[in-house]
């Protein structure tokens, strides 16, 4: 499968933004995805980027997408306590390692 | 509320035993997948299938099997359990032809320890 590389740990004040980022070797997947997992719980979709797109915005969350240097990222805009979880960056069938997010007050 | 189930939620085998981890969807969804989840390396696909009766190896199909006999039922098994296969096993299923489409649904996941 496709290399997906991501860092493991991001801490974050609430009420910032937070930024994951997300590095993938396989130019021709067709969609980019993040997933969240919330302790103790399987991986739920957060949003996926369709790969001619180079920005998506749903409410808090922006993906932006830089096709050339296979760079992924998420910005969660007023991180809150909730937002507290491993976050999953994905391209094709394959995932990265998870960035465990904390938020803290 | 569309779902993916899987038989268990914890599980402790032996040590040579067959195991047998069992995933049903009720989305009708064409392809199902069997990943592991372990800290530090993220999911790692074992095997996956596109249609009934297919199946497809993924990155780590070895000392693993898997049936699709039925659409909505994908099972995973491990033909002679071993300490190193002591992990996170989840399922997953989506919509559109061979591939993820817009996206995988997950199940809770089981948690195996082999002993």
């Known amino acids: 499968g496709e290399d997906v590389e991501q860092s493991l740990f991001l801490s974050v004040r609430e009420g910032d933004s937070s930024v994951i980022n997300c590095t993938y070797t396989d130019s021709s997947s067709t969609y980019l995805y993040w997933y969240k997992q919330e302790p103790g719980a399987g991986l739920q979709l957060l949003t996926y980027i369709f790969s001619n797109m180079d920005m998506k915005q749903d409410q808090r969350l922006t993906v932006l997408l830089n096709k050339k240097d296979k760079h992924l990222s998420l910005r969660i805009a007023d991180t809150q306590t909730g937002d507290s979880a491993i976050y999953f960056c994905a391209a094709s069938l394959s995932f990265g390692a998870g960035t465990t997010v904390t938020v803290r007050a | 509320d569309v779902k993916v189930t899987q038989s268990s939620r914890y599980l402790v085998k032996r040590t040579g035993e067959k195991v047998f981890l069992e995933c049903v969807q009720d989305m009708d969804h064409e392809n199902m997948f069997w990943y592991r989840q372990d800290p530090g390396l993220g999911l790692r696909l074992i095997y996956f299938s596109y249609d009934v009766k297919m199946k497809e190896k993924g990155d780590i199909p070895e000392g693993y099997s898997v049936s699709r006999e039925k659409k909505e039922r994908f099972s995973l098994i491990l033909e002679s359990a071993s300490t190193n296969q002591t992990s996170m096993y989840l399922c997953?299923?989506?919509?559109?032809?061979?591939?993820?489409?817009?996206?995988?649904?997950f199940g809770s996941g089981t948690r195996l320890t082999v002993v």
């Open positions: 997953a299923s989506s919509s559109g032809q061979g591939g993820v489409g817009n996206g995988y649904t």
